[in-house]
């Protein structure tokens, strides 16, 4: 006997003690399924190699975890033991040889195959077709009294309909929250600021173990039945797979996905099938339970201490690892978008090899509460892209925050972040290399400056090629560097040319429009071109001023200042123009004298008679500014129903404050002009 083996089965057995501590008693796992089964297979090769050091208290020898405190206790007639798990075809292959050798016979063995739902067990006890108690698995011998709890679960009866019901019949089955459910509820619980579940298992077990019965009832949870442990009265047929079936027509949930199959073959068929569907299933599994289906073989075969021998299972591929967030890069997307993406140490999950996982934004960083070198899980289920579902508690005492850049990273613009929006972008549209092609397309798209010829595929050519970096390098492209682009000869390359010569004759409007500044469509761009009248104007307003416009609101005109705060693109502009692009200057409108021109009013609050956008649609029709915030230069401040903060700057600033009623009052009082008379 080794002492470093007997060291090591002491360190597993302690360190396998905490982690079914934190997935039984607390349903916080604090390592993934995975790395736990890894753990348990390295302690049970070192109990195989050295039986000496085997003990009862051993986690290979124990089923489940303790009974939490605050439930009653119940004892199970039947033990609700564990299961067996392999997790390769040829040490399935070996489990059939096994039985059959124990059985000493060469018969195909048929199996009742059922998948492997990722919940939480429990037992339902009917005496005379009524549900009488509910209790979990526990320990194996003992479990938790939960009735009150599961009467609340939809899916399960409360009375079994049909004939030859035993007397008393003790249905076995696991508890899940159905896969859409899980998304939905901790979509809203992160909308509220509260922590979502880890995981659907996590879900179904936390909230099945509530002490408050009316907290469960407003967990979406289902039931799935299994097996049959207690029995009494009842002629039930022979095949475990006919009982499962016949519980179904009492009553009893059942899953589809419940089959017969014989031999290796057809349990190795049925893992591929079972597989490759695992994505589409509406609740979470992790593998297959293959069963002796013949209940008298299962009666021969027996069980040893935690586990049957006529049950195996077999486990799929993790969907999920640990691994340590190494660092955090930003990447700017097509439209400006920064994302940061985890740099992983490799870990092999899903079937490949990740090394990277997208975060998405600040506010999923935050949420997760993770930094640079925590532990953390990785998710791959099928094709989906990989991503960090938590971080584990922290072995790292030199974790980093993980820091958002304020410029990009790509072309130094300022990151725009604005309030109330989860993704930051960089503001650098027209200059940002990672945009290029995405500005130089819509650039010449139709509604914008229409230019003929210029096409997506073109314009990704003229980038890849290193022809253009920006819309300006347009104008002083020559035929001979066109023509040997794919799919373009001396001829199309001739008439892109000219086309290119069209735009330059264009509109102010038009030319805001092919910028791209981000909301600006081409109903604003029209308007903002009609109040500045000149892009130099256009280019000094600030926010409140850019307010002042028709159909401008705050995020508009921060996105505007943002745009045109950018030194790259104010470049960019500047070469457009020394290209020739030019448009013909635009008078001020006439207008009348009216009565409320040159003033500045801000609307806030909740208007009760008539909705906001009637009265901004008024007060212009008078010839007032609307603005969206309030400054020394508002003239008047119309304050509805639970004005906030502009009332109160307001107030602050000794502004002339009007409410609805007086409002609509002076919108009488100039009736005639508001009715275009």
Not at 581 to 587: D, F, G, Q, V
Request: aromatic residues 6%; negative net charge; proline residues 4%.
């Amino acid at each position: 006997m080794s002492n470093s083996a007997e060291d090591k089965i002491a360190s597993l057995r302690e360190q396998i003690s905490l982690y079914n501590d934190h997935y039984y008693r607390h349903d916080a796992p604090i390592i993934t399924d995975a790395e736990y089964d890894r753990k348990i297979q390295q302690l049970k090769k070192l109990e195989s190699d050295y039986p000496e050091l085997i003990t009862p208290d051993s986690p290979t020898q124990k089923v489940g975890g303790a009974v939490l405190d605050g439930f009653s206790k119940v004892a199970h007639q039947v033990p609700m033991l564990s299961l067996d798990n392999v997790f390769n075809d040829d040490d399935l292959s070996d489990f059939v040889v096994r039985l059959n050798k124990r059985l000493d016979s060469d018969k195909e063995l048929v199996f009742c195959a059922e998948p492997k739902l990722d919940g939480l067990a429990i037992s339902l006890l009917y005496e005379h077709s009524q549900l009488i108690r509910a209790a979990t698995r526990g320990d194996g011998s003992v479990g938790e009294d939960v009735t009150y709890n599961v009467k609340t679960i939809q899916n399960i009866p409360l009375t079994l309909k049909g004939d030859n019901i035993p007397e008393i019949i003790e249905i076995r089955g696991e508890v899940v929250m159905p896969i859409f459910a899980f998304n939905s509820y901790n979509k809203k619980a992160i909308e509220k600021g509260e922590k979502g579940f880890a995981n659907p298992r996590n879900a179904a077990a936390g909230s099945l173990r509530q002490l408050d019965s009316n907290i469960t009832a407003k967990r979406p949870l289902a039931f799935y039945s299994y097996g049959i442990g207690q029995l009494n009265g009842g002629d039930l047929s022979n095949s475990h797979y006919q009982r499962l079936q016949q519980l179904k027509k009492w009553g009893l949930p059942l899953s589809d996905e419940v089959k017969t199959v014989s031999g290796i073959q057809g349990c190795l068929d049925y893992y591929k099938t079972l597989l490759e569907s695992r994505d589409v299933l509406p609740y979470e599994i992790d593998g297959i339970v293959y069963k002796i289906d013949d209940i008298e073989l299962q009666q021969k075969l027996g069980f040893i201490s935690r586990a049957p021998r006529w049950a195996i299972a077999r486990k799929f591929p993790a969907q999920e690892e640990q691994t340590i967030l190494l660092n955090v890069e930003f990447q700017v997307g097509r439209t400006g978008a920064i994302t940061p993406v985890a740099i992983l140490e490799p870990v092999f999950v899903g079937g490949v090899t990740i090394s990277r996982a997208s975060l998405h934004n600040r506010d999923e960083i935050e949420r997760l509460g993770i930094k640079v070198g925590d532990t953390v899980v990785v998710r791959r289920a099928a094709d989906v892209i990989p991503q960090i579902t938590r971080s584990l508690p922290k072995k790292n005492t030199l974790s980093k925050d993980i820091v958002f850049p304020t410029h990009c990273p790509v072309c130094g613009s300022e990151i725009e972040r604005i309030e109330g929006e989860a993704i930051a972008r960089c503001s650098g549209g027209l200059y940002c290399a990672a945009q290029r092609k995405e500005a130089i397309q819509y650039f010449a798209s139709r509604k914008a400056m229409n230019i003929d010829g210029l096409g997506e595929k073109v314009a990704e050519q003229l980038v890849d090629e290193g022809l253009i970096n920006t819309p300006a390098d347009l104008f002083s492209l020559k035929a001979e560097q066109l023509v040997n682009l794919e799919r373009m000869g001396a001829k199309k390359a001739e008439n892109l040319i000219n086309a290119l010569k069209k735009p330059k004759k264009t509109t102010f409007a038009k030319f805001l429009l092919a910028l791209g500044i981000r909301e600006v469509g081409e109903a604003t761009a029209k308007n903002l071109a009609e109040h500045f009248l000149t892009l130099d104007a256009l280019k000094q307003a600030d926010e409140e001023e850019l307010q002042e416009v028709d159909d401008v609101g705050e995020i508009v005109a921060k996105h505007i200042a943002y745009f045109f705060r950018q030194p790259h693109n104010l470049e960019v502009i500047s070469a457009l123009i020394e290209a020739g692009i030019e448009w013909p200057e635009i008078s001020p409108k006439e207008q009348k004298s009216l009565p409320l021109q040159n003033k500045t009013y801000v609307l806030t609050g909740t208007l009760a008679k008539m909705k906001r956008n009637e009265a901004k649609a008024s007060l212009q029709a008078l010839g007032a500014k609307v603005s969206g915030s309030v400054s020394s230069k508002t003239d008047c401040v119309v304050a509805g129903e639970s004005a906030g903060s502009k009332l109160a700057k307001a107030q602050e600033l000794n502004i002339s404050i009007i409410d609805e009623d007086e409002l609509i009052a002076l919108f009488t009082s100039y009736e005639t002009i508001l009715n275009g008379n």
